[in-house]
């Protein structure tokens, strides 16, 4: 198979299962839920509200019509209005989406930084102390409740230590005095692009609690899985080689043999990256950060089941992307991939 | 001839695998303390669950009934954990709280692999449309988020224990429909497998009695380590607020209405997600420890 | 006569394992001149490699050089460090192994490892580097070097692969080459063109070669002197006519006669008796006296040095010909 071929094919896939995912939010939204027109209505409707409701949302037609009617809508960007807040859904995505992308892309570079060095050098150092001290942390990473790790966080630095903030995102004397003003929505960034150091160091203070409860359990994935990796590719002929050839131990372990185990190494950040879309929901109740994770537990509690598929539709969008992009990234990484 | 077909032909690791995977387990103790530690840890748990109105002096607090007159004691000699916000004893709420916990973890897996082991079974012995088709299902359920397929659906139900429950394994099966077909796959060209077809034994028959024991070591080795992420992902929906209903004591819901309360009093939550911390990390040690035994791939890395 | 550019001397390595202490390389000594193709040969097992590997500093966990001296230019490689030892590899020696397409890196293209070597030992910049590669390539025989450059490992045929693995070593200017066992995962044909290279690039550039090998007929071919390794030490060794032709070691008789032959045709094959000691534990006395035809008892007991018979630095350690075994 050819490298385009290969790509055709990934991408062919990627479009299948989109649509796939369109139906099935789609039957979750209008069909599971006994009376999506009752609870649009809200508590004790008459018949008749009901029923202009039910005619309002289209729920009158048969079923394949309001499948594509809610495709178009879905394409044309009109995820739908919130029951809850009766205010259009695509304007809160484009507050709450690049918040929580930013909680999110900071946890995987904390992930990327700690988690590769460590499951490098615990690869390489096999059975010595910072091996079984790296299996330790990396375990407990991936038991520990995110959201009960974010309470002790905050219990010893912000209570006992008093050293960084509670949560939200930015104080609010900061918001007054020197605000950020949105271009990407995620702060630290467009605090960084105005120059407005006051807001970026601000910003970066509230956000590195919840990024880093987050990325406990990607740093725990990411160690195991480049350990073992490292482990099997340190015992190639290779790798002898290089050192035979007196390439420096730092270079040999970091450069050529990182870059054969990098591809499990980087399927497991792909799903650690959809780990935290959905882990930031609890990460960010529990820092009161206003990100899709807060939108969609409000909706949850409120039944707001439009709120709660358009969530769940654009992160597994956001996913299926991530995923076409990481074999892409295999494929341009190891030749040998795509003759698979 | 159908059922009854002579197997001394076979060799006798595949003759003896139904007894496998207890040697298995067996095998992980004695190399790993650890895991023994483990097995302790989910053994005193499961058994506080289950005789907990035995256990503690406050079983209607357990089950729920609020003790105002003593909210927020601190852990003391009467109150071991101490008390929450509605006075009730928190380590009777733990005990509580193992019930659904704990269950929710075996019954997602149990579910999961009651779905996913037939299918990939079937697809993998098949192969063809028919593995295409299943496979491609697959495919799409593990498109999704799977936290948040399960809130969408547990939402979409109505909160509570059963439909989170099946929420849950709802978007865990497919793991097992992979792993089971994969395996099976394997299994298909070997040649006692070929020599049962030739002789005539129907293809339910050979599934069930030659395929089914083979595979049964990789789903064990799954099955463990995913116990303690079914009840991680239990907790987080009866924390995002689905699954039981309040007074039913849950360790998810315990951190979530102690949450308010953390900072100062940090007792109630903080049991609750010590209960769930210990839990999950026994489960993945034990599976850890299993796998090494299992898998000779990463035996040869670890020793 | 010329100093040697590299001399192993009484060299000692053992392997502490959970089995017992493995004696791999049991008083190693040998020496090779400027210029020279020397074989080491002998059976799997008998420490030939890890000498090899010891010459370079990389005895492999669990190992250890317990004695002796490993002299390159007269100075003892054993004393470098790490720092030092990083310069010689690859630099002054270098080394190539058995199997080319496992010794090439799969995810980088060969380009950018060879120019990777050739940057860490001399400091050029990247199209310098790229430049010494590819008349490195030309030099040993590669067609098209800017394609294969560009080239992934697995696009190589395997002799190809073995030609940029010469090309890497040699490129970077290396006085000793170390071939362990260069041909051995190769087709017949593609063996003779990679030896003759070998030959070819002694003589175009004068670098040393350390050959080691379990194949005697690699070593007629292409070696200027030989020694014949057995249980981590040399029980044979002089150039490679004297001790081909006018073996004395009964250890390289039987071996010789292990050899397929035309001249033996119809006759049984000849073997061994026995099997190589496992250097758990070793015998006392020679080392191969429990598989020796001509064992007299003193061979049980001691253990025999080395004896030099003629002018030519034919010297075999065997009691036939010491002065204890004369008595």
Redesign the interface.
């Known amino acids: 198979m050819s490298r385009w071929e290969y790509i055709a094919r990934r991408l062919l896939m990627a479009v299948v299962v989109l649509i796939s995912v369109s139906i099935i939010t789609f039957l979750i939204a209008r069909v599971v839920p006994s009376d999506p027109a009752a609870a649009w209505v809200g508590p004790r409707p008459t018949q008749e509200q009901i029923a202009q409701a039910a005619r309002q949302l289209g729920l009158d037609r048969p079923l394949y019509e309001q499948y594509l009617r809610y495709m178009r809508d879905i394409l044309t960007g009109n995820f739908g209005v919130s029951i809850r807040t009766h205010q259009p859904i695509l304007r809160d995505l484009r507050v709450f989406l690049p918040a929580t992308l930013e909680l999110v892309l900071a946890g995987m570079l904390m992930a990327v930084l700690i988690g590769i060095p460590l499951g490098v050098l615990s690869g390489a150092g096999k059975g010595s102390l910072l091996d079984h001290l790296t299996r330790l942390v990396s375990i407990a990473g991936v038991s520990m409740p995110t959201f009960w790790l974010g309470l002790l966080l905050q219990l010893f630095f912000f209570s006992r230590l008093g050293l960084l903030p509670l949560s939200g995102r930015l104080s609010t004397e900061i918001s007054l005095t020197s605000p950020v003003v949105p271009i990407t929505g995620m702060y630290t960034l467009d605090a960084l692009v105005a120059g407005n150091w006051v807001a970026f160091k601000d910003a970066l203070w509230h956000l590195i609690l919840p990024a880093f409860t987050l990325a406990t359990y990607p740093i725990g994935l990411t160690i195991r899985m480049t350990r073992s990796t490292m482990i099997e590719v340190l015992q190639e002929k290779y790798i002898l080689a290089a050192r035979a050839a007196g390439i420096p131990e730092r270079t040999v372990l970091f450069v050529l043999a990182l870059k054969n185990a990098i591809t499990p190494t980087l399927t497991v950040l792909g799903l650690s990256f959809v780990y935290s879309l959905t882990g930031a929901i609890l990460v960010e109740v529990i820092f009161a950060w206003p990100g899709l994770g807060s939108y969609v537990t409000d909706a949850v509690l409120s039944v707001d089941f439009p709120v709660i598929v358009s969530v769940t539709l654009v992160v597994t969008v956001f996913y299926v992307f991530i995923n076409l992009f990481l074999d892409l990234a295999q494929a341009a990484i190891d030749p040998r991939v795509t003759l698979q | 001839m159908t059922a009854s077909v002579d197997l001394t032909g076979l060799p006798a690791d595949i003759r003896t695998s139904r007894y496998k995977e207890v040697g298995l387990m067996l095998q992980a103790f004695r190399r790993d303390p650890l895991a023994v530690v483990s097995l302790v840890v989910i053994l005193l748990f499961v058994l506080g669950a289950v005789f907990a109105p035995w256990l503690t002096p406050y079983p209607d607090q357990g089950l729920g009934n609020p003790n105002i007159i003593e909210k927020f004691q601190p852990p003391g000699p009467t109150h071991p954990l101490g008390t929450d916000y509605l006075g009730r004893d928190v380590l009777a709420r733990i005990l509580y709280g193992g019930r659904s916990s704990l269950s929710i973890g075996f019954l997602v897996v149990i579910i999961a692999v009651a779905i996913g082991i037939p299918l990939g079974a079937v697809a993998g012995y098949y192969g063809g449309r028919i593995d295409n088709l299943i496979m ?1 299902i697959t ?2 359920f593990l ?7 399960a ?3 547990a ?3 109505g909160s509570s224990f059963i439909n989170a429950m099946i929420a849950i394994a709802f978007t865990w099966w497919p793991w097992y429909a992979r792993l089971v077909r994969a395996q099976t796959l394997s299994l298909r060209e070997l040649h006692f497998v070929e020599a049962a077809r030739s002789m005539g034994v129907s293809d339910f028959t050979i599934i069930v009695q030659h395929i089914l024991p083979n595979v049964m070591t990789p789903v064990l080795v799954q099955a463990t380590m995913d116990i ?1 992420s079914a009840i ?1 992902t239990g ?2 929906i009866s ?4 699954g039981v209903h309040p007074p039913t004591a849950d360790w998810g819901k315990m ?2 209405t102690g ?1 308010i309360y ?2 100062e009093r ?1 007792w109630f ?2 049991s ?3 209960a ?2 210990l839990v ?2 026994s ?3 034990l599976g ?1 420890a299993i796998r090494d035994v299992a898998d000779p791939r ?1 035996r040869r ?1 670890v020793s | 006569m010329t100093e040697p550019l590299l001399s192993v001397e009484d060299l000692y390595i053992r392997f502490k394992t959970y089995a017992g202490t493995v004696h791999a390389v049991n008083g190693m000594s040998f020496h090779i001149h400027p210029g020279e193709i020397f074989g080491l040969v002998g059976e799997s097992g008998c420490g030939k490699s890890v000498t090899g590997l010891a010459v370079l500093g990389m005895v492999p966990y669990p190992g250890e050089v317990i004695a002796g001296r490993i002299l390159f230019h007269g100075e003892n490689l054993l004393q470098k460090n790490r720092r030092e030892m990083e310069q010689i590899r690859g630099g002054r020696i270098a080394m190539i192994f058995q199997d080319p397409s496992a010794s090439l890196n799969p995810v980088f293209t060969v380009g950018s490892q060879i120019s990777r070597i050739i940057r860490h030992h001399r400091r050029v910049d990247r199209h310098e580097a790229r430049a010494l590669a590819l008349a490195g390539f030309e030099a040993v025989g590669l067609p098209d070097p800017a394609r294969i450059f560009r080239a992934y490992p697995h696009e190589l045929s395997g002799g190809m692969q073995q030609r940029v693995m010469i090309a890497m070593a040699l490129a970077s200017g290396a006085e000793l080459l170390i071939a362990d066992e260069p041909t051995t995962a190769l087709d017949v044909t593609i063996q003779a063109q990679i030896l003759a290279l070998l030959n070819d690039l002694r003589a175009a550039q004068g670098v040393s070669i350390l050959l080691i090998t379990h194949d005697l007929g690699v070593v007629a071919e292409t070696c200027d002197r030989v020694g014949v390794a057995y249980a981590g030490s040399i029980v044979e060794t002089g150039p490679t006519a004297q001790v081909l032709y006018q073996m004395k070691h009964p250890y390289t008789r039987g071996l010789l006669e292990a050899l397929p032959r035309p001249s033996h045709r119809g006759k049984a094959l000849q073997s061994i008796p026995g099997s190589v000691p496992s250097g758990l534990d070793l015998p006392s006395g020679c080392p191969f006296w429990p598989r020796c035809p001509e064992v007299m008892d003193i061979c049980r007991e001691q253990k025999p040095l080395p004896t030099r018979l003629d002018e030519v630095g034919h010297r075999v350690a065997c009691h036939l010909y010491s002065r204890e075994g004369q008595r």
């Open positions: 491609r495919d799409v498109a999704f988020p799977p936290l948040l397929l809130i969408a659906i939402a979409a139900l303690g991680l907790a987080a924390f995002v607020g689905l951190i979530s949450r953390f900072i940090p939550a903080g609750a997600g010590a769930i911390f999950t990390l489960f993945n040690l850890d990463t890395a």
